[in-house]
């Protein structure tokens, strides 16, 4: 048996929904409770898929880990070995994140080799050439990565030449245990950055810079267990306010006042919404006629979140009028549109450029083939005329803590099924 979404799509929205906590947050911030020993608590770490097989791997590394509702607590006390077990590596692509915090702490890291994902090839590169820079020696054999560090880790400048998220995160993990001052160049700008540099403070970790395009890191120190409270997810906020969008109605989301997403706000507006923002509360509102967007593209924060793309995808399907999509982070990253246009979307995607001419879509048996694709579909679902199934779920609680039940909150008429494979 497997499960589904079934939506009764085409009915307005109304209803108010809380954001849950970052995934692309909770688990750089996992693989940093190694670098000290004893029990961390982190409140506000989303019941994900993902977050789950982050404490798989913290739990084969010997640590002994619990979950209260949102809170979680790793107690690293017992850690023991430094090899990511290829079942999770293969799951999960930010188990690459535990690499840099082993490196930290055992001054050894083993992984097999990441493969690609529905987004395209996903190489890590810059994660191997910020381990060398301080010091690891890498050896690949057989699928497997090796990194040791015998002589230890030692502070030193790295430049990236691109501002990979992960690869930032990993630097700043692996420069947690560099004897000396670490410069980070060009870093990933993202919200999520800070967050990490927020918690690895509260270790007692010495990190300033992030957000910024210059991170510093005065590694070496011994480091303290620590409490914290994770952000809430800007791309779960960015679906909710996308669902009001492609639906029609009105929304409030709580949890968060959309500070850090500006881009995605300002093409909302454009398409014909309107937003209300407070002190931890974002407000939208779509009684009129949604409209065509014009041009977007994404880009590394503070540029539009490509993890957003699909999700402004879905408006642009139904909304009147043309909207033209650039994706430059990722190079597969378009592969929702085939299910838009199952439910009548004309879309044309020509390299890195998906144009849509919007108009009415139609209910439709679609399958999601990755995190934010999946979203994208279900979005597009609450707005089509009639009934839509949703398959490829597993895709979904990725990412998101009970979609349809947060839709539903909204107002959306959607349910989780369990049907024939
Ligand atoms: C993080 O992925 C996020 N994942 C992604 O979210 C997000 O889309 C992405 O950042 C961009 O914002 C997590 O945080 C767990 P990158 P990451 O390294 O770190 C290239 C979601 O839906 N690159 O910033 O893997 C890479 O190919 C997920 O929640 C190299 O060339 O992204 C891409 O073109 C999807 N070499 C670009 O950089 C490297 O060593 C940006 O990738 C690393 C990356």
Redesign the pocket.
């Known amino acids: 048996m497997m499960e589904y979404f079934a939506v009764a799509g085409g009915s307005p929205l109304a209803g108010r929904v809380a954001v849950h906590g970052a995934?692309?947050s909770a688990?750089p911030i996992l693989a940093a409770t190694l670098l000290a020993d004893g029990e961390s608590v982190l409140h506000n770490c989303p019941a994900l898929t993902d977050c789950d097989a982050a404490l798989e791997i913290l739990s084969c590394l010997g640590c002994r880990v619990r979950r209260e509702g949102d809170t979680v607590t790793v107690n690293t006390a017992c850690r023991r070995g430094h090899a990511v077990p290829d079942h999770l590596m293969g799951r999960m692509?930010?188990s690459v994140l535990f690499l840099g915090a082993l490196l930290a702490r055992e001054g050894a890291a083993e992984a097999c080799w990441p493969g690609g994902c529905a987004?395209?090839?996903?190489?890590?590169?810059?994660?191997i050439q910020a381990f060398q820079a301080l010091g690891a020696q890498g050896r690949s054999w057989n699928g497997q990565l090796f990194f040791h560090a015998p002589g230890g880790l030692s502070g030193c400048r790295i430049a990236l030449p691109?501002?990979?998220?992960?690869?930032t995160e990993n630097a700043m993990l692996a420069a947690c245990g560099a004897r000396g001052l670490t410069i980070l160049d060009n870093p990933?700008r993202?919200p999520?950055i800070v967050d990490l540099q927020n918690f690895l403070r509260c270790l007692g970790a010495r990190v300033s810079g992030a957000g910024t395009g210059r991170i510093v890191v005065e590694g070496g120190r011994p480091l303290h267990p620590g409490e914290y409270t994770v952000m809430a997810d800007r791309?779960v906020a960015a679906t909710y306010l996308c669902a009001v969008a492609c639906a029609g109605g009105e929304g409030e989301l709580l949890g968060t006042d959309g500070a850090c997403l500006g881009p995605v706000l300002a093409a909302l507006t454009a398409a014909g919404c309107t937003l209300d923002r407070g002190p931890g509360r974002l407000a939208i509102r779509r009684g009129g006629e949604l409209r065509g967007f014009g041009a977007l593209r994404t880009g590394p924060y503070p540029g539009f979140?490509?993890?957003a793309q699909p999700l402004l995808g879905a408006v642009a399907a139904g909304a009147r009028g043309q909207s033209r999509i650039t994706e430059t982070?990722?190079d597969r990253r378009f592969r929702y549109t085939e299910g838009l246009a199952a439910m009548g979307a004309a879309v044309q995607v020509e390299g890195d450029t998906a144009c849509f001419s919007g108009r009415p879509l139609h209910g439709a048996w679609v399958e999601a083939a990755d995190?934010?694709g999946g979203a994208a579909l279900t979005l597009a679902a609450l707005g089509a005329r009639g009934e839509s199934v949703i398959g490829g779920l597993p895709h979904i609680d990725r990412?998101y803590q009970g979609l349809e039940k947060a839709l539903a909150a909204l107002g959306g008429h959607i349910r989780r099924v369990t049907g024939p494979a």
């Open positions: 995934k692309n688990l692509r930010a987004l395209g090839a996903r190489p890590i590169d810059l994660h691109i501002p990979s998220v992960g690869a990933a993202e999520e791309i979140p490509t993890d982070i990722f995190l934010r990412g």
